[in-house]
């Protein structure tokens, strides 16, 4: 009993110790705030200055998939221990962006910054992810502290206060200091903004995938004054007329359309009149709807453009991608007989709400692209999309001559029209006048090595062209150096499509130079041709050094467990390439071996397939063990190959520890019963894998 009761004394006392050094430093915490408050203009200005860089930023739509207003906050500030403040667990947390923190307004006009109920995320990274976004915070953190009225007030809502402020940046300063290589994560002077890339990146330092995308369940918007924004649902919510909006989402609905209330974006497809008109109706009564993507999918009229045109004059519509299918007969031929019956389509360009408007014409609407008449005054932007189909020689020299003068065709899509050398050489002639183009398709046109030559020309002087589609076609080996050698001095062109076009040994050795110092080359596509084993050999050379290429399709090249081999060593020096394909390429157990080997050190690779070749069960308990060690891999496709119970089943445990890969292909694989049920057990416990393919197995 004495032995109980001394016990209980000395954790009262360790408990009362506690508390005084709590009291302590919640002291020292005021005197250094008032200091700060006390502190000369010029640091407040520059905390001012980085908080204000932050919150005008202008983040492309593409760009902004993760909110940009984040902190630090304990899990649980009451438990704190400020004894040894880097042992207490933190969360990462997003704010929402209600009102306009960017306005010259007082603090008392503006809605306070908060969090919403979130268990916040933890931190997968520590030091990659305090070096690379701390500052970030801790300007936020401090900024957040001091609830300074200013041009850019960004006062914290009470819950936000309470969630502990003084902890997180207790915690960034112990950390700053424990650290060298974070040792200036708490000086704000010399911040340099977040750019778009980081703000993609940050998701992949949580440990849990937030599958919905709703960072800190907030979503999302276009605001009203066309800026994004991520706020919480009820903020959202409160931006529009709930009633008003549920008749113009029915309309939406009974068109097949998607609408994305947050984002003010809508996709439909229009397929008969009526449907139309109802849709146009509609959309006279929206205010938020920001960008539309329409497609006329049916034999419209220049009655049904006018309507489309006066709803659009009334509607919120800045953005505009349309699809113009096919006119009436009876309408094309007045069309295609005068300029002056283009004047609804100029009319739809010319209102006043449109920023930024991308038209797909229709094959038979191409000769628009010569009687464009007009320079536009309002628009920012102004882009034409359109396909030729059975393109004739008097149709190509029509259309080459467009090429060289229009200034708003962005992509041209040739496909199937037997153009062959002597219409590539006039096609390559006018592009090489060409400024606004950036995706030409030439696939299945029997081109030649004449033909690549001419294309080789125009890549050496044009300044715009980025995709190039030359698949099935002939350009063999002597094209192909043609082609190599502009490749090692552009420095524009990032996506070639090269599948099937008979290149050998001789074509893959040419390619791999260009590859070495290509500066620009993104993705490559040399599927279905026949360079085997060799080619890969010299093109996992340049993969070596190759600082650009992230994706790579080798499908269907017979490379072998030798080529594999080549590919593996390849893997563990390059550093960008994030997707390959190696469907049907006749690897073995023995390529399974050397790649998987590769695997589990490479961390950039995120999506593989390795369909059709021969893994089987021992390839898979080769490629579980993978799973259990690399932490990027995303995507893998292991379908059409003889991985039957046993393989299943070691893949299977691995996906109980795996917290990265998303989705995993099995389709026809003699997995029965015993496989199935083991990879149930497995989903039960993985938390990340939401899309698995078992099509086609073979239960018992």
């Given at each position: 009993m004495p032995n109980l009761v001394l016990e209980t004394k000395e954790k009262e006392s360790e408990m009362l110790k506690l508390q005084e050094k709590k009291a302590k430093m919640q002291v020292e915490t005021k005197e250094k705030d008032d200091k700060i408050q006390h502190q000369g203009p010029d640091k407040l200005a520059n905390l001012q200055k980085y908080v204000h860089a932050i919150l005008t930023q202008n983040v492309e739509l593409h760009e902004y998939v993760i909110p940009r207003l984040f902190i630090i906050l304990p899990v649980d500030h009451t438990k704190w221990d400020p004894t040894n403040v880097l042992k207490n667990k933190i969360r990462v947390h997003f704010l929402c962006e209600c009102g306009d923190h960017t306005a010259m307004t007082s603090k008392n006009s503006q809605k306070p910054l908060h969090i919403t109920k979130h268990d916040g995320y933890e931190i997968r990274s520590s030091t990659e992810f305090f070096r690379k976004y701390g500052k970030h915070m801790f300007i936020l953190l401090k900024w957040l502290k001091l609830g300074m009225t200013s041009s850019t007030s960004l006062a914290p809502s009470p819950n936000l206060m309470d969630a502990g402020i003084d902890c997180s940046i207790d915690y960034m300063e112990a950390l700053s200091k424990e650290d060298p290589d974070l040792s200036n994560i708490t000086t704000i002077d010399g911040y340099e903004r977040l750019k778009g890339v980081d703000l993609q990146q940050l998701g992949a330092s949580f440990r849990i995938n937030d599958l919905g995308r709703h960072f800190g369940n907030l979503y999302r918007i276009m605001a009203e004054a066309g800026h994004l924004k991520w706020r919480c649902f009820d903020h959202c919510r409160s931006m529009y007329n709930e009633e008003e909006q549920k008749v113009f989402e029915y309309a939406v609905k009974t068109n097949s359309g998607k609408y994305d209330s947050h984002l003010g974006k809508l996709i439909i497809t229009l397929k008969s009149e009526d449907g139309a008109k109802r849709f146009f109706n509609a959309l006279t009564n929206a205010r938020r709807v920001y960008e539309l993507y329409a497609?006329?999918?049916?034999?419209?009229?220049?009655?049904?453009?006018?309507?489309?045109?006066?709803?659009?004059a009334v509607s919120s519509v800045s953005t505009l991608r349309l699809g113009l299918g096919r006119l009436q007969e009876s309408s094309l031929k007045k069309v295609l007989s005068t300029s002056r019956q283009y004047e609804t389509v100029i009319r739809v360009i010319e209102l006043s709400n449109m920023k930024t408007i991308y038209i797909v014409l229709s094959p038979d609407l191409i000769k628009l692209l010569n009687l464009w008449p007009r320079k536009l005054s309002r628009l920012h932007k102004l882009t034409f999309e359109t396909s030729a189909q059975a393109v004739g020689a008097s149709e190509l020299l029509e259309l080459a001559s467009s090429l060289k003068t229009n200034t708003a065709l962005a992509i041209l899509d040739l496909k199937n029209n037997s153009l062959g050398n002597e219409g590539t050489v006039v096609l390559s002639e006018a592009l090489k006048a060409n400024t606004t183009l950036t995706t030409l398709g030439l696939w299945c046109n029997s081109i030649g090595k004449e033909g690549a030559l001419a294309l080789s020309e125009v890549l050496e002087t044009n300044k715009t062209l980025t995709t190039l589609n030359l698949q099935y076609n002939k350009i063999g080996d002597e094209g192909t150096l043609a082609l190599s050698e502009v490749l090692k001095i552009n420095t524009t062109l990032t996506i070639l499509d090269l599948k099937g076009n008979s290149i050998g040994k001789k074509g893959a050795l040419v390619l791999s130079e260009a590859l070495k110092v290509s500066t620009s080359l993104i993705v490559i596509d040399l599927s279905e041709n026949s360079f085997g084993k060799e080619g890969v050999l010299v093109l996992s050379e340049?993969?070596?050094?190759?600082?650009?290429?992230?994706?790579?399709?080798?499908?269907?090249?017979?490379?072998?467990?030798?080529?594999?081999?080549?590919?593996?060593?390849?893997?563990?020096?390059?550093?960008?390439l994030t997707t390959m394909?190696?469907?049907?390429?006749?690897?073995?157990?023995?390529?399974?071996?050397?790649?998987?080997?590769?695997?589990?050190?490479?961390?950039?690779?995120?999506?593989?397939?390795?369909?059709?070749?021969?893994?089987?069960?021992?390839?898979?308990?080769?490629?579980?063990?993978?799973?259990?060690?690399?932490?990027?891999?995303?995507?893998?496709?292991?379908?059409?190959?003889?991985i039957g119970n046993e393989g299943a089943r070691v893949l299977s445990e691995a996906l109980k520890v795996n917290m990265t890969l998303i989705t995993l292909g099995l389709w026809r694989n003699p997995i029965g019963d015993e496989g199935t049920m083991a990879l149930s057990e497995a989903l039960k416990a993985n938390a990340t894998l939401n899309t698995l393919h078992l099509e086609g197995i073979s239960l018992d």
């Open positions: 497609t006329f999918g049916w034999d419209w009229t220049e009655t049904d453009l006018e309507a489309f045109e006066n709803a659009l340049a993969l070596k050094v190759n600082a650009t290429l992230a994706t790579l399709s080798l499908r269907y090249n017979s490379i072998g467990d030798k080529g594999a081999l080549a590919l593996s060593e390849a893997l563990m020096a390059n550093t960008t394909d190696l469907s049907a390429s006749s690897i073995g157990r023995e390529g399974i071996l050397t790649l998987s080997k590769a695997l589990k050190t490479n961390i950039t690779l995120t999506t593989l397939n390795l369909q059709s070749n021969s893994i089987e069960d021992e390839g898979a308990l080769t490629l579980s063990e993978v799973l259990r060690a690399n932490t990027t891999l995303a995507t893998l496709d292991l379908s059409y190959n003889s």
